[in-house]
């Protein structure tokens, strides 16, 4: 369990000395400043939030504070891209918590003074990252890279369909990462803070959640989205859940061709060893990624609308997606037989239906 107060001090930095001339009344003075983070880790998890304090100089017709923020350095030189944080008219208010942040960002703070007459003086800069989200218990994600793979089965590949051609190059020019397991009901319950909105038939914390509709997919990408505003949360492309699933093979499984089904055991819940139910993520062996229950388990939704083969698909890694309901499923699940778990089979479902076979995870990329 996460803490339940976290405060540190990230950076504090201070001016050696003050702006303008304290013994001038027609000079105004800086002040110091500095920055921390802080919050609660407590259920719902914390926001994000920076808290900037401040010290005058001795005062001098002292009129008012006005803060400024900025994703860039050097805000006294250019205040064009900063953020008016507001104005302060008061010497006993010398403290500002600012919520509008993001997680795992780099911010820039500076204060003007002014005084009576209209002068004005900047008081240091200083800068402060934010952590990383709090990701729900138990979510991590892997980095996969830029490049090519080559997509589907070839004709003659055994337990292969007509609905897995043409093989084609697809060639992301961006990486992206990807949850090293499916969403869990812990994640799930916890994100949402409310076990009733779990639908999965199967109970257990570290299982998939399943019986999941396309579009509650979109609300849990939508919630880690407000939870992380630094990254973008969603579905992963039907060739992104691909290329993260071959990691660099082209065998019919990641662990290789396999052709009498024996080794596919230690790598997936399957109709032959699932016991017709689904099974705690990551108990077996993963992809060469990193990447637990990408055969197997409980089937995964993708982006995709459903398309019969590769014939004009994009090539470029995205989505391919038109005006139908159904949608692509990968990964295969415990109640299919292991032909349908090789790395390029797919099928697709209604966005409008359930079954307790089929669950799903997310990729982010850098906002």
């Keep these: 369990m996460r803490n339940a107060v976290c405060m540190m001090a990230l950076f504090v930095a201070l001016l050696s000395g003050c702006g303008g001339n304290p013994s001038d009344p027609g000079n105004p003075t800086s002040s110091y400043l500095c920055a921390f ?16 304090n401040w010290s005058e100089c ?31 008219t008061s010497t006993n208010i010398m403290q500002f918590t600012d919520e509008g942040v993001g997680w795992g960002s780099s911010y820039h703070y500076a204060l003007l003074t002014f005084n009576t007459q209209g002068l004005a003086a900047w008081s240091n800069e200083v800068e402060i990252e934010t952590p990383e989200a709090p990701l729900p218990m138990g979510m991590e994600f892997v980095m996969v890279p830029a490049g090519s793979f080559e997509m589907g089965s070839p004709t003659g590949d055994p337990g292969s369909f007509e609905a897995e051609r043409p093989v084609h ?97 230690q790598y997936a819940w ?38 019969a083969d590769y014939e004009g698909a994009p090539s470029d890694g ?23 778990c090789r790395s390029a089979h797919r099928e697709y479902i209604s966005a409008g239906n359930t079954y307790s076979f089929l669950g799903f995870r997310l990729v982010r990329t850098v906002r």
């Design 37 to 52: 983070f802080s919050g609660e880790t407590e259920e719902p998890p914390m926001s994000c939030q920076l808290t900037l």
């Design 318 to 340: 995205s989505a391919w997606v038109d005006g139908s309901a159904d949608h692509i499923i990968r990964g295969g699940g415990w109640i299919i037989g292991g032909r349908y």
């Design 270 to 307: 399957f109709s032959e060893n699932s016991g017709d139910e689904t099974h705690p993520v990551g108990e077996k062996l993963p992809n060469s990624r990193g990447l637990f229950d990408m055969s197997g388990n409980a089937w995964e939704w993708c982006l995709d609308t459903w398309h």
């Design 58 to 88: 001795p005062d001098s017709d002292f009129e008012s504070y006005t803060l400024f923020r900025s994703m860039n350095p050097g805000i006294a030189a250019d205040t064009s891209g900063a953020d008016d944080l507001g104005s302060f």
């Design 169 to 265: 190059t697809v060639t992301f020019d961006y990486s992206f990462e990807i949850m090293t397991t499916e969403v869990t009901q812990a994640m799930w319950e916890e994100l949402f803070q409310n076990p009733w909105s779990d639908p999965s038939q199967f109970s257990g914390p570290d299982r998939p959640v399943d019986s999941i509709l396309w579009e509650e997919c979109q609300d849990f990408a939508e919630a880690m989205n407000e939870l992380d505003p630094g990254h973008e949360y969603r579905l992963p492309s039907e060739a992104e859940w691909e290329y993260a699933c071959r990691a660099g093979t082209t065998t019919r499984f990641y662990w290789g061709d396999d052709p009498e089904y024996s080794q596919i055991l």
